[in-house]
Structure formats: structure tokens, C-alpha cells
């Protein structure tokens, strides 16, 4: 057994140790290291490898008080997911399904069901503005018949800005 699964999987945000043993070569932000205690027990510790800099895996957090002789093994945690082979990846079945579920909403807000708004040619967004002062007054408009306080912008980059927020609050609610 070794000890400090759980402080390693809360510390790293695992759901559980990683499977993928380090190559002894490539460089990793962050990894899972069993060191060996003074004691002959197992432990698990947090450890990083910069090719570039370092001449072996350093240990940046361990969990006891007790020293440790020498590095048993190093697993390696996967600093981005590849959601296009995860039966391939190195996770337990639940942490399968888990992703593949995350997989699948991630797919589901990217989907083509969403209509994509269109921006006008005109700067101000709505035709029957050609100028910051009537782009002003209809900012005032709006935001008088929609309840919203606040200051009106005065520069012409906040009031595009504005204009911009109105146009597509109201592209929303059309398509309601």
C-alpha cells in the first residue's frame, strides 16, 4: 500500500493516481512520485521535470515528516485531455464515462443549432443611427424603457460598445 492517495488526488485535482509511467525523458508540469521513506514504507509526492533545466524529476510537496531515500517511480499527470481518444486514455472506467459525458456537452454547446449573429455593415449597428449623438439618444431610450440606470457613455469607442450589447440583447429576444 502507499500512503497519501487521497492528499496527492486532492492536491493534483485527480480523480484518481495517473497510469502513464514518466519516459524518463519529456517534461511534465506535474507528476505523481513514490518515494520510498527511511522507514521501507511507500509514499506518494508531487514532482516536475524541465528537461531544459533540470538534470532529474524535482519534488515540489511531500506529506510527511518522515525523509525519503531515493524515488521509486513517477506517473505522470496529463496537462490537457485528447477528447478525441478517451477509451485510448489512461483513466479508470468511471473517469471514462466522466469525460466522455464532459465530452458530450462541450459538443452539444459547440453545436451548429445555435444561429450565429450576423453584424451589420453600419458602425452603430442599427440603420437609423449615423451619428454618436442619435447613437446617445437611443442608448438613453433603451435604457429608460428597460429599466437600466446607470451612466450613458460619452466616448464614441463606450457608446459602439454599447450599441453592441443592445443589438445583440435584442437579436436574443427576436429569436425567442
Same mark, same amino acid.
Given at each position: ?33 513514490? +518515494?520510498?521513506?527511511? #522507514?521501507?514504507? #511507500?509514499?506518494?509526492? +508531487? ?5 531544459? !533545466? ?6 515540489? !510537496? ?43 456537452? =462541450?459538443?452539444? #454547446? ?40 446607470? =451612466? ?17 440583447? #435584442? ?6
Amino acid at each position: 500500500m502507499i500512503n497519501f492517495e487521497k492528499e496527492i488526488c486532492d492536491y493534483l485535482s485527480l480523480p484518481a493516481i495517473p497510469l502513464k509511467e514518466w519516459n524518463g525523458k519529456e517534461s511534465f508540469k506535474d507528476g505523481v512520485a513514490v +518515494v520510498e521513506l527511511s #522507514l521501507g514504507e #511507500l509514499a506518494y509526492a +508531487v514532482c516536475t521535470f524541465d528537461a531544459q !533545466k533540470d538534470k532529474e524529476p524535482r519534488i515540489k !510537496k511531500v506529506f510527511t515528516q518522515i525523509p525519503f531515500t531515493h524515488v521509486a517511480s513517477i506517473l505522470v499527470v496529463p496537462s490537457y485531455m485528447d477528447t478525441k481518444d478517451i477509451d485510448d486514455a489512461d483513466l479508470d472506467e468511471q473517469s471514462k464515462e466522466a469525460a466522455q459525458r464532459i465530452v458530450d456537452e =462541450a459538443n452539444e #454547446l459547440t453545436n451548429d443549432d445555435y444561429d450565429k449573429i450576423t453584424l451589420p455593415d453600419n458602425e452603430y449597428f442599427f440603420d437609423n443611427i449615423h451619428n454618436d449623438d442619435e447613437a446617445i439618444a437611443f442608448i438613453t431610450s433603451y435604457n429608460k424603457e428597460n429599466g437600466i440606470k446607470g =451612466a450613458i457613455p460619452s466616448k464614441h469607442d463606450t457608446i459602439v460598445l454599447r450599441l453592441g450589447v443592445i443589438y445583440s440583447d #435584442l437579436n436574443k429576444k427576436n429569436k425567442k
